[in-house]
């Protein structure tokens, strides 16, 4: 017979951006559960609110299948002494498997004879099984958790009910003070309680009791009614699925409703008008059919219709009271100069240990007229980066943003071309916190896209030298985030960027124009490079590249982020090539011998006069036609010509004794390989990668 089973958690409303995860979590953990149990179902289906959290599984076994299975025990020479008695090992390998040593038979196992026990395990029934859902609730985790009454243990809110059905049975079982039941509860102020007769009727009870119990029904609910509403206005409304997800996850009954605001506010920038309505309030901004903002809104109440005249109004009164504010700030900060703005820099910490806003911009300024002038970057380009480098964090002390943190940057562009700044410092000042999470937008302008790299560069930089390196999973500055977006714009705008040689310069220039911070930084430019080539590994990663080819292009010699990822890509490519092995492998035989050599790089002149054969001059004349312009070479040129000494590299250790008790000879055949390795190690450390026949 299939079996339904229903689970759920009642709870004290958990915070919206919890609810999905944890649902997503809850059928994971069940799922692996039935699957360790050797349960089968059919299907299970999640239902979700901001008050529960709960799973239909359906075609449930009756109960587990038995299991018929060879237990193998001790050596037959172990279980039986001479005279042919069980010894005191059978007898406990037996007790040990419910059986006597009666129950032993022999088998043989590659020549030699083992004791074997047949045992027949009958499978649990299913409402056996199903009681340790108990323990798939309290395995969850979560991003908060909290305590409650006297207990110790830890959820992301209070338990109020649990629903265990089976068809019809309840399956027992308690989470501190509560028990299992068949009752669950409605909506919060329209429902009440109801009891289900059986696991099938759940949905069906609980939109009696105005709970919309599948979160997918109530989101396509809630589209619905939006576009209901702006139809009938003649609006454009574009969905954000950030805040659907968000408004979706907290209501339980939803019914979407229009509110206004006064006109007077749309003198205020778009973007702290949105902002206001939907990170503060949860409302949808609406536009004409043109895209211009219009002042109005849209949100969604948890509950239905009733009385939704006083609901509206209260929402309008809320909006206008932000934007009331929104206004002040926009006009008082107006009052002000950039250049006031920025002088009050000068008392505003990046960081205590390591200096103020203001000097972290001259930093930075350092750091971005260098690499403009390594990007070949325009006179102009190069003047625009100077003005944006000397004003990019001013309106971190506006009032607005003090107001609206979300909004830095963004009324930095604003209020930069309200002074009359030009529209190329202007965005680089919006674009420089950008990509704002692991996987956002990039800066599109070349001087946006440079100031975010300095920014970052100088934040990892000068953190790490504070002592400041994160750990595990801890990263309170994001400096992971800040690597990795120095890695994709890089990409994105086909930079060569050395990070060894531009930390090495730009701390230079730092000292040399006083100001640098009162910190080592030169003793982090090696664990910062190791630091953003953790970055580059996981940008390849995304890319699909193996993993013993990203790291064998961050262990070799360059520290350049573009060739390395291209350095990756070329190995990808040509990985599956059918002289790929071939190549791979004469090219890490060189690199394993020239080990034993310790030259510097002005000593690595090899000396023709030396040669014993043909192999040696051959392979001396052929690296001499590929080693000029090497270093400047893009990777997958380098690889084309390192693949082209298969061959001779062959023939070379077939035919000559690298290590000739002539030390001579020997220095000589090792300066040969070195000069090789040096061009092995640009691309990679070959060494790390896996190849096969």
């Known amino acids: ?57 359906t075609g449930l076994a009756d109960k587990q299948p038995d299991i018929d299975k060879s237990v193998k025990g001790p050596a037959k020479k172990i279980a039986q ?16 498997q419910g059986a006597t040593p009666d ?8 020549g030699t004879e083992y004791v074997f026990v ?93 709970v919309v119990a599948d979160a997918a029904k109530r989101k396509e609910l809630i589209v619905k009614q939006i576009h209901q509403i702006a139809e009938a206005h003649d609006w454009q409304i574009s969905l954000d699925p950030d805040l659907l997800e968000e408004v979706n996850n907290l209501v339980e009954w939803p019914t979407a409703f229009a509110g206004k605001f006064a006109d007077k506010y749309l003198t205020i920038p778009d973007e702290v008008l949105i902002t206001s309505m939907k990170d503060h309030q949860r409302f949808f901004f609406v536009t004409d059919q043109s895209g211009a903002l219009l002042p109005d809104f849209i949100s969604v109440r948890n509950g239905n219709d009733h009385d939704i005249e006083n609901v509206i109004a209260g929402n309008e009164k809320v909006l206008t009271a932000r934007l009331e504010d929104a206004m002040f700030f926009y006009q008082e900060d107006q009052k002000k100069t950039i250049a006031d703005y920025v002088n009050r820099l000068k008392k505003v910490s990046f960081h205590d240990k390591i200096s103020t806003m203001y000097e972290k911009m001259q930093r930075v300024g350092v750091i971005s007229h260098y690499l403009g002038q390594q990007f070949n970057f325009s006179d102009d380009a190069l003047a625009d980066l100077k003005r944006a480098a000397e004003i990019y964090k001013f309106d971190l002390v506006t009032g607005m943003v003090g107001e609206f943190a979300e909004l830095q940057g963004v009324m930095g562009e604003k209020y930069a071309l309200l002074n009359h700044e030009s529209p190329v410092v202007a965005k680089a000042i919006a674009e420089h916190y950008m990509p704002i999470s692991a996987n956002g937008d990039l800066p599109k302008s070349d001087v946006g896209a440079l100031l975010a790299v300095a920014d970052k560069l100088d934040s990892i930089l ?31 705008k086909k930079w060569n960027f050395d990070l060894k040689a531009v930390l090495n310069a730009v701390i230079k220039l730092q000292n040399e124009q006083n100001v640098a911070p009162k910190l080592d930084m030169s003793a982090q430019v090696d664990p910062v490079c190791d630091f953003i080539k953790d970055r580059i590994k996981q940008y390849l990663d995304d890319l699909g590249i193996r993993y013993d080819i990203s790291d064998a292009v961050t262990s070799g010699s360059l520290t350049d982020i573009l060739y390395n990822i291209s350095s990756g890509q070329v190995l990808q490519a040509h990985k599956d090539d059918d002289n790929f092995k071939g190549i791979i492998e004469s090219l890490t035989r060189v690199l394993r011998i020239s080990k034993k050599g310790h030259f510097a790089d002005d000593d690595l002149t090899v000396d023709p006069t030396l040669f014993e054969n043909d ?79």
Do not use: C
């Open 1 to 57: 017979m299939a079996n339904n089973f229903l689970l759920e958690i009642g709870l004290e409303e958990i915070p919206a951006h919890v609810v999905t995860p944890s649902i997503n979590q809850l059928k994971k953990r069940a799922a692996d559960f039935l699957k360790a149990q050797r349960m089968t179902f059919e299907q299970i289906k999640t239902f979700s609110t901001p008050r529960r959290l709960a799973l239909y599984i």
């Open 81 to 96: 002494d001479a005279d042919g008695n069980w010894t005191k090992a059978a007898i406990g390998f037996s007790r040990g």
């Open 103 to 110: 129950d032993i038979t022999f088998k043989e196992v590659k």
């Open 118 to 210: 047949e045992k027949h395990i009958a499978g649990k029934p299913l409402e056996t099984i199903l009681t340790g859902m108990k323990d798939v609730v309290t395995a969850m985790t979560f991003p908060t958790m909290m305590k409650w009454a006297n207990y110790s243990f830890e959820y992301v809110r209070p338990i109020k009910w649990l629903v265990a059905l089976l068809n019809d049975q309840v399956i027992p079982f308690q989470i501190l003070d509560v028990s299992t039941d068949r009752v669950t509860s409605g909506h919060r102020f329209l429902g009440k309680d109801v009891s289900l007769a059986n696991a099938d009727e759940y949905e069906e009870k609980l939109t009696e009791q105005f």
């Open 462 to 492: 000068t953190f790490f030298a504070a002592g400041m390196v994160p750990s595990g999973s801890n990263d309170p500055y994001a400096l992971r985030r800040q690597a990795t977006g120095i890695v994709r714009i890089v990409a994105d």
């Open 615 to 693: 192999s040696e001059k051959d392979l001396n004349t052929q690296v001499a036609g590929i080693v000029t312009g090497f270093d400047t070479a893009s990777a997958q040129e380098d690889f084309a010509r390192l693949a082209s000494l298969e061959s001779i590299i062959n023939e070379y250790f077939d035919a000559t004794m690298i290590m000739a008790k002539d030390a001579k000879l020997k220095d000589n055949r090792l300066r040969q390989l070195t000069i090789i390795s040096n061009m092995i190690l640009h691309l990679g450390d070959l060494d790390k990668l896996v190849v096969k026949g």
